[in-house]
Structure formats: C-alpha cells, structure tokens
C-alpha cells in the first residue's frame, strides 16, 4: 500500500502512517490500486495476530481513524497499536509542557486551547492503557465522555447565563433611559410648576396692593364722610339750639 508522510506535532496521539485508500485517476488506475490493496490487506491479515486485530479494532472504536482528501486521493490514519513505554510517557508529559508554552495556553481560567492538548494528552493516555487492558481502556473512556458531558453541560449553563445576563443588562438600560427620560419630564414639569407660582406669587402681590389701596381709599372716604356727618350734625345741633333758646 502507498503511505504518506504528514506533520503529526499538532496532535499528542500517536498515530501509525497515513495510508492510501483510493486513487482518483482513472478507471483502470483505479481498479489497479484496488487490486494492489487487497493483496497487501491480505499479506498483512496473513501476519498479524486475532489479539492484534481485536486491539485494533477497539483502538479504532475508543478513537476513530482520520480521514482526509489531498491532491484527489483519498487517505486513512489510524491510532498506532503499539505498546508504550515509560519513556513514552515521559516524552508524552514533555511534549505536552512544549506544546503549552508555544501555543501561549492560560494557565488559569478557561482556554480553549489548553482543554483541547489536555483532551489530546488524555486519548493518548487512554490508547497506551488499552492497549495493555482493555477493560481499564473502556473504563477510561467513560470517564473521558462523562468529563466531555459535563464540560458540555457547564458551557451551555455558562452561554445560558451569559445571555441571561445581557438580556438583563439591556432591559436594566432600557430601563435607566426610561427612567431618565422620566426625571426629564418631570424636571419640565417642575420647571412649569415653579414658573406657574412665580406667576401667582406676583398676581397675588399685585391684588394684596391693589386691595390695601382700595382700603385705604375706601377708610379715607369714610373718614371723610364721618367728618362731614359731625360737621353736619354740629351745624343741626347749633341750629336747633338757636332755635330752642329762650330769648331775653
């Protein structure tokens, strides 16, 4: 089979070769490359162990093979079946410090690109166990979904609180215009108000005048009348006791 050397650094998962699947040429080509696969397939089948194949199948089940198009041919990856050792691992804790720094990962809060190397390193990890056992290999896997779950959970809460908060946020300033436009008019309306007993303070000024002038008016003409009236009756009283006098 025809193999294809890629970049692998992007991904903490060891990988095995790229692998050709399909050659889009023509017909012939085509049915040629098939034929050619099969055989290889069947040479290798003929080598390889039933535990192997099993192992390889679970492999390929826990983290499936990636595919891609390139150039019109048609290429397979699978995760490699091979055991690790304790400098793997060692290499694996280093690769991962490596890709944390050149990727400026956040050491604290959330970060996108720090979950995803961990969640690499993690697969990587969960390949190396089951391959040496496979029971503790499924037993990790659901601790890797029930983590994914809950992370999911936690993301749709946040996204969830998020938008609640901004549909709080803009209704709170809907509100603070309301409430602003609100003080505005009243502040008119006092404006009006207080221009409204500006003005009767004036009118009631000028009728407390006009009527402490009317008063005044109104005593002086009586006083004058009063006058009169004593004068008057003086006079009448003069008069009559001229007239009621004896005379000598």
């Given at each position: 089979m025809a193999e294809k050397n890629i970049d692998n650094v992007q991904s903490l998962i060891r990988y095995n070769n790229p692998v050709l699947v399909v050659k889009h040429t023509d017909r012939k080509a085509t049915g040629d490359a098939l034929v050619q696969g099969d055989k290889s397939a069947r040479q290798v089948s003929s080598t390889i162990t039933e535990t192997k194949k099993e192992t390889e199948e679970i492999l390929n089940t826990i983290l499936p093979p990636k595919?891609?198009?390139?150039?019109?041919?048609?290429?397979?990856?699978?995760?490699?079946?091979?055991?690790?050792?304790?400098?793997?691992?060692?290499?694996?804790?280093?690769m991962l410090d490596t890709r944390l720094q050149q990727t400026q990962a956040r050491e604290t809060g959330i970060c996108p690109v720090r979950r995803e190397l961990f969640s690499q390193c993690?697969?990587?990890?969960?390949?190396?166990?089951?391959?040496?056992?496979?029971?503790?290999?499924f037993l990790l896997l659901r601790i890797r979904d029930e983590i994914a779950m809950s992370m999911e959970a936690y993301e749709t809460l946040y996204c969830?609180?998020?938008?609640?908060?901004?549909?709080?946020?803009l209704q709170a300033q809907e509100e603070t215009e309301k409430l602003r436009e609100k003080v505005k008019a009243l502040e008119t309306e006092k404006s009006a108000l207080e221009?409204?007993?500006s003005d009767m303070k004036i009118k009631a000024e000028q009728s407390e005048r006009r009527n402490a002038e009317l008063r005044a008016s109104e005593e002086k003409k009586s006083a004058e009348e009063v006058a009169f009236l004593k004068k008057t009756n003086a006079q009448l009283k003069a008069?009559?006791?001229?007239?009621?006098?004896?005379?000598k």
């Open positions: 595919c891609w198009e390139e150039d019109g041919q048609l290429w397979t990856q699978t995760v490699s079946s091979t055991p690790a050792t304790r400098q793997d691992v060692i290499n694996l804790q280093e993690f697969d990587e990890i969960i390949r190396q166990v089951t391959i040496n056992c496979t029971e503790r290999g969830s609180s998020v938008a609640f908060g901004m549909r709080k946020a221009e409204l007993i008069q009559l006791e001229g007239i009621t006098a004896p005379k």
